[in-house]
């Protein structure tokens, strides 16, 4: 029997009880993830879409440019 480990987005609170009745039953086992740290930019990861993110690097980079050249 080959055993698959799929990771799951739970979307309302009846899915855990569902599931932890799957697992009381025998039919699947939850296994616990690491959670990710406060700081760890994984946490963000698909959040902005690609074109998004690129725009944002060109906004970031080009506020450093004009920061750069500011004489004060």
Avoid: C, H
Wanted: proline share 1%; hydrophobic share 35%.
């Amino acid at each position: 029997m080959e055993m698959n480990i799929i990771q799951v987005e739970l979307r309302n609170k009846n899915a855990l009880s569902i599931l932890k009745g799957l697992e009381k039953a025998k039919i699947i086992k939850l296994v616990k993830s690491k959670k990710l740290k406060e700081s760890s930019p994984d946490q963000y990861k698909g959040v902005f879409s690609r074109e998004r993110a690129l725009e944002m690097i060109q906004q970031v980079d080009k506020s450093r440019n004009e920061w750069g050249k500011r004489t004060i």
